[in-house]
């Protein structure tokens, strides 16, 4: 195994989630840039059915695949019967997204049933297929440890937390029970980019305050939101490091942040620099307890094993981002302030 570009053009790949957020992106990156890959999405799409946090059960949506070409199989990862549709394909490459995201469902059963039972099956298909596989991990398995988190220092604080812990442990196992596997865990710190809107509030803060502003209401922040600090990660980066991590020089779990802490407040800041906006900050109190206060990732094995660069500050990833938040708050009259503004400075 070794940092090598590879073609996905006539190669088979599996995108579990693939009507999420990171796995959508991951779909249409192949697609526009392997245009003869074929991709096959497994994903059961969303329901009507929430969980007792009034969130859907899951966010897959068909807008997040407007424009791909690919396979789509609408399945549950919890159904053997439906994992048997994959049988009909052989895969070069898997990359397992799908789970329960949502980091507030407490339903300690149903989330290591969806996040831990599933991946089993999901190694027994790349095993079957010869496949690397590539899954999601993520920074929820430190909890509460302190800044920078790395590996070996986790202490999951909620059931989410501690299924991805558990992915991670198995992967491991199987890791060293089949040495000619490629089996990479990315620890995905706070992801924010296009396709992330149908995760409703589970989504980021930068579209969540991106919406908020151009409806011209003040950003609503926890109180001392410049002191809550994230390693924001942009979508480009995430898929950078999926691609990279089919070639790792070492199987294992990485963290994917940039490495540098930024706090809320600033994003909201940016934002207001981008929408050319002024308004005030509305500060109220964290109703949440065991709150993460500051979160940053150590990617120094990153860079080393899979060749990982970030290449977006917070400030370059809303910049990106700015058009599609746009798009999404679908009012012509935000295109206005957005040219408005362009053409002030
Ligand atoms: N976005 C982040 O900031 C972040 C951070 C850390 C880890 N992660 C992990 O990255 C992966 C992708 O996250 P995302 O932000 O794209 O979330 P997402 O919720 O948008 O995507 C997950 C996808 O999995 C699908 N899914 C859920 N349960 C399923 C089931 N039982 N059967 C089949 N499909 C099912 C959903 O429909 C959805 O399309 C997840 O594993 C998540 O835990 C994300």
Redesign the pocket.
């Known amino acids: 195994m070794s940092k090598k570009t590879i073609d996905f053009n006539n190669k088979s790949i599996l995108i579990?989630?693939?009507?999420?957020?990171?796995?959508?992106n991951l779909a249409f990156h192949l697609q526009d840039n392997y245009p003869n890959s074929k991709i096959v999405i497994?994903?059961?799409?969303?329901s009507d059915e929430t969980f007792p946090n009034g969130n859907l059960?899951?966010?897959?949506?068909y807008k997040?695949l407007i424009g791909f070409k690919g396979d789509i199989i609408c399945?549950?990862?919890?159904?053997k019967a439906?994992l048997t549709l994959l049988n009909d394909f052989k895969f070069d490459y898997v990359f397992?997204?799908?789970?329960?995201?949502?980091t507030r469902v407490y339903d300690q059963e149903i989330i290591m049933e969806?996040?831990v039972n599933?991946f089993y099956n999901l190694l027994a298909i790349a095993k079957k297929d010869r496949a690397a596989i590539v899954?999601?991990?993520?920074?929820?398995t430190y909890g509460n440890q302190p800044s920078p988190q790395a590996l070996g220092k986790e202490n999951p604080e909620n059931p989410?937390g501690f299924s991805?812990y558990i992915m991670d442990q198995i992967a491991i196992r199987y890791s060293m029970e089949n040495p000619d596997l490629t089996i990479v865990g990315l620890?995905?710190?706070?992801?924010?980019g296009p396709?992330?809107y149908?995760?409703g509030n589970?989504s980021?803060m930068v579209i969540q305050l991106g919406l908020q502003i151009l409806d011209g209401k003040a950003p609503r922040l926890f109180n001392n939101s410049n002191q809550i600090l994230r390693d924001f990660?942009y979508i480009d980066d995430v898929i950078q490091a999926n691609i990279k991590a089919c070639t790792p020089m070492q199987n294992g779990t990485y963290n994917v942040g940039t490495g540098i802490p930024r706090n809320f407040q600033e994003i909201a800041d940016i934002l207001q620099k981008e929408l050319g906006t002024d308004l005030e900050t509305e500060y109220f109190p964290n109703p949440h307890s065991g709150y993460q206060m500051n979160t940053q990732a150590d990617i120094s094995s990153t860079v080393r094993n899979l060749g990982f660069e970030p290449n977006y500050s917070l400030e370059k990833g809303i910049k990106a981002y700015i058009p599609e938040i746009l798009r999404m708050h679908g009012n012509d009259i935000s295109w206005l302030i957005y040219k408005i503004k362009l053409l002030r400075f």
């Open positions: 579990t989630g693939g009507a999420g957020f990171i796995g959508s497994f994903d059961c799409f969303r059960k899951s966010f897959g949506h997040n399945g549950n990862i919890n159904s439906d397992h997204q799908a789970a329960i995201s949502d969806t996040n599933s899954y999601a991990s993520s920074a929820a989410y991805k620890r995905f710190f706070n992801v924010y396709r992330e149908y995760k589970t980021s990660i």
